[in-house]
C-alpha cells in the first residue's frame, strides 16, 4: 500500500521556510511567462566571451543558460572568439602576438593558430559542454558552407597611414542555409568566427562582428553580447547609474566616446538594430545566469539598444519595452573591460 507522505507541522520553521523558498520559486517563474511566450521559437544569437569563456564555474553556468533557452522553446545560436586562448597558442608556439589600432596583427602562420584554437579547440570545447545536457550542439565554422564570408581589412593609424594587418577580415556575406537547417532540427550552432576568404583562404574576423551579421541574416529577435562590464553608465565615474534602454539614434550619438574595447560590441548592436533585429543586449557576463535574467525577467540586465516600432511589429502581443532608467549623454562613458 502506498500512503502519502504526511504534511509538514506548520509550526516547525524549517518546511514554512522551504514551502517559502518554493513559493517565492514560483513566482519567479510566473514572471518569466509572458517573455516565454513572445520569445517562443525565435531565433536569438549570443556572442560569447570575456570572462564567461574564461572561468570554469561560468563556463557551465553559460551553458546551462544556453540548454535552458532551447528546453524553453527558444532558438540559441552562440557565436565565439577565443582571445586568451589564441594568445596563450601563439606564446606557446613562439608567434608574437603584435596589435595595431587595438587589432591583432595576423599573419599567415599566426592564422593557421587562430584557425586551430578556434574552430579545433574552443569551438569542440563549447560543444562538449552543452552536449553533457543532450545532443544539442553542432560545431561549426564560419567557413563551413561559406556561412561567412570577408574581405581583407586595413586599418588607419592615428597618423593617417593605412596599413594592412594581414589575414584579418570584414564581413562581406551570410549564407544562413545551413545553421537555418541545424535550427529547425532543434540543434544549438556553435559558430567559430573565422570566415572564408575571396581568395580561398580564410581570415579572422571580430566575433562581435560576426554574431551581429548572423543575427541579422538570420532574422533574429535578439543579439545578446556576453561581456566583462555592466553596460553602458551616463557620465560615468560622477555617474554610475547603468543606462538600461537606449534607441539607435542615442547610441549613435555615442559612439565617438567609447573605448576601443567597447566599440566594436556597441557598433555590432547598432548594424544588428539598424538591419532589423529588435533587440540588443549588452550583458555582464560575470553574473552567473546573466542571459537568464536579460531575457526572462522584467528588469533586465545591462544595457539594451532597440527600435521601438520594430518591437513593436516584430514582439506584439505582450508586455511592452522596459522603462527607460537613465537617459544618456554626450559625456556617456563605460567602465573599462577586459576582452
Given amino acids: 500500500m502506498i500512503s502519502r507522505a504526511p504534511a509538514p507541522d506548520p509550526s516547525s520553521g524549517a518546511p514554512a521556510g522551504e514551502r517559502a523558498r518554493a513559493i517565492d520559486k514560483a513566482a519567479h517563474l510566473i514572471e518569466a511567462l509572458p517573455w516565454l511566450s513572445r520569445f517562443h521559437g525565435r531565433t536569438v544569437v549570443i556572442k560569447y566571451g570575456g570572462n564567461a569563456m574564461v572561468s570554469e564555474e561560468l563556463r557551465e553556468r553559460f551553458v546551462e543558460s544556453v540548454v535552458f533557452l532551447r528546453y524553453a522553446g527558444l532558438c540559441p545560436v552562440v557565436v565565439h572568439g577565443g582571445g586568451p586562448q589564441i594568445s596563450a597558442q601563439l606564446d606557446k608556439a613562439g608567434v608574437e602576438s603584435t596589435f595595431t589600432a587595438g587589432l591583432r596583427v595576423t599573419t599567415d602562420e599566426a592564422m593557421d593558430i587562430v584557425r586551430m ?70 540543434r544549438i550552432p556553435v559558430v567559430s568566427s573565422v570566415a572564408r576568404a575571396d581568395d580561398g583562404g580564410v581570415y579572422n574576423v571580430n566575433a562581435d562582428t560576426a554574431a551581429s551579421a548572423l543575427a541579422v541574416a538570420l532574422g533574429a529577435s535578439k543579439l545578446i553580447m556576453l561581456t566583462d562590464v555592466e553596460g553602458l553608465f551616463a557620465d560615468y565615474p560622477r555617474n554610475t547609474e547603468l543606462i538600461s ?39 555582464d557576463g560575470r553574473i552567473p545566469h546573466s542571459l537568464l535574467l536579460e531575457v526572462f525577467t522584467d528588469q533586465g540586465v545591462g544595457t539594451m539598444v532597440a527600435d521601438e516600432e520594430l518591437e513593436a511589429a516584430h514582439l506584439a502581443g505582450n508586455r511592452g519595452p522596459r522603462p527607460r532608467r537613465t537617459t544618456p549623454t554626450d559625456t556617456t562613458h563605460h567602465r573599462g573591460e577586459t576582452t
Fill in 117 to 186: 584554437v578556434l574552430t579545433g579547440q574552443v569551438n569542440r570545447e563549447i560543444v562538449g559542454l552543452v552536449n553533457r545536457h543532450g545532443p544539442f550542439a553542432v560545431g561549426l565554422s564560419g567557413e563551413d558552407a561559406d556561412l561567412i564570408t570577408a574581405d581583407r581589412k586595413t586599418v588607419t593609424t592615428v597618423e593617417g597611414e593605412t596599413v594592412d594587418i594581414g589575414r584579418v577580415g570584414d564581413v562581406s556575406g551570410v549564407n544562413p542555409g545551413a545553421l537555418s537547417a541545424l535550427i529547425d532540427d532543434g
Fill in 245 to 283: 534602454r537606449l534607441t539607435t539614434d542615442e547610441l549613435r550619438s555615442l559612439l565617438p566616446s567609447l573605448s576601443s574595447g567597447m566599440l566594436p560590441k556597441m557598433e555590432a548592436c547598432l548594424h544588428a538594430v539598424e538591419g532589423g533585429v529588435p533587440q540588443a543586449h549588452i550583458i
